[in-house]
């Protein structure tokens, strides 16, 4: 049994943000400014590009952004083992964030007991 029902909430994420187009459509058109430049050149292509998307939406823990983007992946072509390589770098990349932001702490000790 999944967590999530997936579809559902693909389609409550794709009509909130239809509702949020119609209160709001610059704020879109911007949107959607940002993405279409992010691919123009399109030089590591769609799969590579929703990978990358599935391991920021992992990172910043958006699950609108791992629902709409998994979609995408998979119409892209990419595999389950694929998709898992992706978040194995995300995960190696937050543990690592944790350690770098680990010696800041240590930092502010020794800033704060010398």
């Not at 239809?18 to 399109?42: C, H, M, S, W």
């Not at 595999?79 to 944790?98: D, M, P």
Request: with cysteine; charged share 20%; net charge neutral.
């Amino acid at each position: 049994m999944a967590m999530i029902d997936w579809n559902a909430y693909h389609k409550q994420v794709l009509t909130g943000v239809g509702e949020f187009a119609t209160l709001n459509p610059d704020v879109i058109k911007g949107y959607q400014a940002i993405g279409g430049a992010a691919r123009k050149t399109n030089l590591l292509g769609s799969k590579v590009n929703e990978l990358i998307a599935l391991a920021a939406a992992v990172s910043l823990r958006c699950d609108g952004c791992i629902v709409v983007h998994t979609d995408a992946a998979l119409k892209a072509g990419a595999t389950r083992e694929e998709i898992a390589e992706a978040l194995g770098v995300a995960i190696s990349v937050n543990a690592g964030a944790g350690l770098v932001y680990s010696t800041r702490v240590m930092d502010a000790v020794k800033s704060k007991t010398s």
